[in-house]
């Protein structure tokens, strides 16, 4: 018995056929004829070009939505890490008594850079962190260093704001913080992993 098949259907299975190829150790994939168009950028990432005045960088560079507390590691537009964080709470702390001095803890926005990266870092507590607490202002600078607060890695950008890990991860995801960013373990090593000093900093 011979079957005729209809040269439409003979064209598609070719063309089903040429679009499918062997990747070693992952089966199968597809891969377009022709190549896809580039992707349109977001709408985030055309407000973020927009407000900040500047290009996105073609290299490594942390993007930080502090309003929705999520923090990405891309390259260009290419996005290499997605984690959860927490920005600055914006609560205000007043010191009764002594100098009357007030803190805002508000995380800043604009464009940054990583300065300085540091394994096992060391916390030196400022007078809020006492006052905070109800606790006296040590006189010793000895008494103001604490360690482990502060996770295994942080990566400072200016004005004593730091990425850096936290005792508290289950708060993660809120804005619970002094202005700092803090990240979960496993997510703090992969950001400090991936940029080196100097890697710009994008706070929207």
């Known amino acids: 018995m011979i079957v005729r098949l209809h040269p439409a259907a003979v064209a598609a299975a070719l063309l089903v056929t040429a679009t499918v190829v062997v990747v070693a150790g992952s089966g199968y994939r597809e891969a377009p004829l022709v190549p896809a168009p580039a992707a349109a950028p977001s ?5 973020l070009e927009k407000a900040l005045g500047a290009r996105i960088p073609a290299g490594p560079h942390i993007v930080i939505d502090q309003t929705h507390n999520r923090l990405e590691v891309r390259r260009g537009r290419e996005v290499l890490i997605t ?4 920005a600055g709470s914006g609560m205000v702390l007043r010191e009764n008594g002594g100098e009357g001095r007030s803190w805002v803890f508000d995380t800043p926005r604009g464009r940054y850079a990583v300065r300085t990266k540091l394994k096992n870092p060391a916390w030196r507590k400022p007078d809020w962190a006492f006052i905070e607490e109800g606790l006296p202002v040590p006189e010793d600078p000895g008494e103001r260093i604490e360690y482990g607060a502060l996770g295994d890695y942080a990566l400072y950008f200016g004005d004593g704001f730091m990425i850096h890990g936290t005792l508290y991860e289950r708060l993660l995801g809120r804005s619970v913080t002094h202005g700092c960013i803090r990240l979960g373990r496993d997510d703090l090593a992969a950001v400090y992993r ?5 890697t710009p900093i994008f706070i929207f």
């Open 43 to 47: 709408t985030e990432q055309k407000r």
């Open 83 to 86: 984690a959860v964080c927490s």
């Open 194 to 198: 991936a940029c080196p000093v100097g």
